[in-house]
């Protein structure tokens, strides 16, 4: 997961901490989103410092956030497009940093699991992974996809 910030204001708020102390700033969620324990628990104070906007889907947290009506929201990794390049998406996850996920079902053999577990960490520590993102998602914002380097002040 990553949070969306107007990249015009990333350098001001280069962690949550730095976001948390301006109480005017906000954030949007959609409803029924889960993030993880550590931004839900975030998401969580938000809440109980009444700052947070909730609202339908994630095209309405979009224009929320472009209108100014909230400054931050929660997306999912592979949903940052290249039409998206006014916002800047910040690593404020302290979980570990997971921010994509692939599910294969028990159904299949342990061994067949490892092997593609051990095929997918070949591709990411030889960079195809990375060459692929920035043939599709463009050379920018391929590079700012891989969190793993460095998301922050994007």
Do not use: C, Y
């Amino acid at each position: 997961m990553v949070v969306l910030v107007p990249r015009a204001e990333a350098s001001r708020w280069p962690d949550r901490e730095a976001f948390g102390r301006q109480a005017s700033l906000r954030l949007v969620t959609v409803r029924g989103h889960r993030h993880g324990d550590d931004l839900d628990a975030w998401v969580n104070a938000l809440k109980a410092q009444g700052r947070t906007t909730d609202v339908s889907d994630v095209p309405a947290a979009l224009r929320a956030l472009r209108t100014g009506r909230a400054q931050a929201f929660i997306s999912a990794a592979v949903a940052v497009s290249p039409d998206m390049d006014d916002l800047a998406p910040m690593d404020w996850d302290r979980s570990g940093g997971v921010v994509g996920n692939l599910w294969v079902g028990h159904h299949v053999p342990a061994a067949d699991r490892q092997r593609l577990h051990q095929a997918l960490q070949d591709l990411l520590a030889d960079g195809t992974v990375e060459r692929i993102m920035q043939r599709h998602l463009g050379d920018t914002l391929g590079r700012r996809m891989r969190l793993g380097r460095s998301a922050r002040g994007l």
